[in-house]
């Protein structure tokens, strides 16, 4: 019996797997996995279908390139760590050329990519961060902060007129990861150089 007053709650159906995503799941069981241990589904606020492949679903290294190509650019989380470490290197190994090409042309395109300074000629990744900087004409330190986490990326330290600026340095420091080189960084600042906040959930490949 329900209070005077009380709204009564209504249970509302789930909205039923879309073709596409139904088409989906079937072709990753052809890969090998258990219909049961993953889901397929429409994720409003991440705006992209999200595959989330549990343990259940009997997923190892050897189905990673499948993986991949079933789902394409939409996001993937594995709970297997080694599985998902996996994962993201074969998407690194995919989206590899085409960062290297992106970042080339942009590098090219403002004159700076002869001389072009790498990872292994610098002790730290602070130091070749400077070199970065000075690639892209900046002072040294004038984005590339040391903080206790690790190094920093602050494009508001430059004031509103930075933008140009990043564009070439994060130009410059995929560049240098596309190439091989083991550079990591963090990105803080203000809003005005905030990703956007779809891309700011797990990586989408390229398809």
């Known amino acids: 019996m329900r209070a005077a007053g ?43 279908v999200e595959v989330v492949i549990g343990e259940g679903a009997g997923a190892t290294e050897k189905h990673v390139e499948c993986i991949r190509q079933v789902a394409g650019s939409e996001i993937v989380t594995i709970r297997d760590p080694a599985v998902q470490r996996a994962y993201e290197e074969r998407i690194g190994e995919v989206m590899r050329p085409v960062m290297l090409a992106s970042a080339k042309t942009e590098l090219e395109r403002r004159g700076v990519l002869n001389d072009f300074p790498r990872r292994s000629a610098y002790p730290t990744d602070k130091a070749f961060a400077e070199a970065l900087e000075r690639q892209c004409g900046l002072v040294p330190g004038a984005m590339f902060v040391e903080t206790a986490g690790g190094l920093i ?55």
């Open 153 to 207: 990326l602050r494009p508001d330290a430059m004031g509103g007129g930075s933008f140009d600026k990043l564009t070439c340095v994060m130009a410059a420091a995929q560049y240098a990861q596309a190439q091989g080189d083991r550079f990591t960084f963090g990105i803080i600042g203000n809003e005005q150089f905030a990703p956007d906040p779809e891309k700011a959930v797990p990586t989408r490949p390229t398809r």
């Open 6 to 48: 009380e709204a009564e709650m209504i249970d509302m159906p789930q909205t039923p797997p879309s073709a596409y995503e139904q088409v989906m799941v079937q072709k990753l069981v052809r890969c090998g996995l258990r219909a049961d241990g993953f889901t397929v589904r429409y994720e409003a606020e991440l705006q992209s």
